[in-house]
């Protein structure tokens, strides 16, 4: 599947260069030009990676990338800055870059930042989850999953037959104890339904149970199947 980048930049500046060689090399790329359309993209296509070219004076890097980082916490992001003091922290950034370097030392640092689960797979019943690319296959459909409901579905299927609250959940995956709106929550249990259900209005894998929170289970049809083909 192809890896999908949103890059931010200042349109036809020096190092355009990055726009054509991320094509190049194959990658999914999307564009924004300011801080607005950057985390408003950033949200709504959730790329795999942000590559945030604040060599421009036009582009406020360090205030941008703080935005991306509250807004989408869960993508990596690659800042491009004229100058950096050593050992620099910028809210948000996984990595700091400065010119020059070449587009070998990019590509480098986008593969080890995205390496981590590439390839590797979780398996329950006929239900198989991609945690490199995201995807997730039911036997009859493969879906691409934003990364909460990633980090939701790996939870739920590193632990089958466990309950899991509502609270143990927010805390694992949106990282607070306000139970306040789980409005969240359910938003993204009925997203992830549609996506690994056959019928998610009857789930055979992830159970609600009343009052507490959610069980993710294998179906007997599901697990027998699976021995079979083994």
Known sequence: MTVSILLVEKAKFPI????????KKKYGVSLARNEQEAVERAASEMPDLIILNATSPQIAGRKICQALHEKVAEIPIILILAKAKRD????????????PFTSRKLFNRIRSILKSDEGEFLQAGRLTLNLGTRRVNNGSKERRLNPKELELLKVFMRSPGRVLSRKFLMKKIWKTDFMGDTGTLNVHICRLREKIEENP????????????????????????????EA
């Open 16 to 23: 355009d260069w990055i726009h054509q060689s991320l094509e």
């Open 88 to 99: 620099e922290d910028v809210m948000g950034a996984t990595f700091i870059l400065t010119p």
């Open 201 to 228: 209005r009857s789930p055979a894998y992830l159970r609600t149970v009343r009052g507490v929170g959610y069980r993710f289970e294998i179906p007997e049809e599901a697990n027998e199947e699976t021995e079979r």
